[in-house]
């Protein structure tokens, strides 16, 4: 099924002191095939450098990234998540956590998912990777 560059997805990263992570998901998010997203990351006043880092990204990739600062630390990423659904124009919503990282067609094959079931929420397993690079595959059930 092709992509239908007219479905504009919303991919929301909260973030907090994840300096050495953020890079590696903005990237992986960024370097989609498919291209009708918008990224919304919510920092949730980090003291790391973390926002600075971001701050990088939305300057060189204005339009493609929507960067918001909540004023105080909420110690919660839910709440950061829920700042970002305020300003999200996609017609679907995706979630990626900042020491997160996605392949390529991940979002592509997501919304195929999506499209091909008539479905209105779509999921897949994940991989867990450790500080060595090694994996295991861990599927993810729904309720």
Same mark, same amino acid.
């Given at each position: 099924?092709? /992509?239908?560059? /007219?479905?504009?997805?919303?991919?929301?990263?909260?973030?907090?002191? %994840?300096?050495?992570? =953020?890079?590696?998901? =903005?990237?992986?998010?960024?370097?989609?095939?498919?291209?009708?997203?918008?990224?919304?990351? %919510?920092?949730?006043?980090? $003291?790391?450098? $973390?926002? @600075?880092?971001?701050?990088?990204?939305?300057?060189?990739?204005?339009?493609?990234? $929507?960067?918001?600062?909540? @004023?105080?630390?909420?110690?919660?990423?839910?709440?950061?998540?829920?700042?970002?659904?305020?300003?999200?124009?996609?017609?679907?919503?995706?979630?990626?956590?900042?020491?997160?990282?996605?392949?390529?067609?991940?979002?592509?094959?997501?919304?195929?998912?999506?499209? @091909?079931?008539?479905?209105?929420?779509?999921? $897949?397993?994940? =991989?867990?990777?450790?500080?060595?690079?090694?994996?295991?595959?861990?599927?993810?059930?729904?309720?």
């Amino acid at each position: 099924m092709g /992509n239908n560059e /007219n479905d504009l997805i919303s991919v929301i990263i909260p973030c907090y002191n %994840v300096k050495d992570y =953020v890079r590696k998901a =903005v990237d992986s998010v960024l370097n989609q095939s498919y291209k009708n997203l918008e990224i919304i990351i %919510v920092d949730d006043s980090s $003291t790391d450098g $973390t926002y @600075e880092i971001l701050k990088e990204y939305e300057e060189e990739n204005k339009g493609k990234i $929507t960067l918001i600062r909540n @004023e105080e630390n909420s110690g919660s990423a839910a709440y950061s998540r829920n700042v970002a659904l305020k300003v999200a124009n996609g017609e679907y919503i995706g979630f990626i956590d900042p020491d997160d990282y996605v392949d390529e067609d991940y979002f592509l094959n997501l919304y195929n998912a999506l499209k @091909e079931n008539d479905s209105l929420i779509s999921c $897949t397993d994940i =991989v867990l990777v450790d500080e060595k690079g090694r994996s295991n595959k861990w599927p993810y059930k729904m309720l």
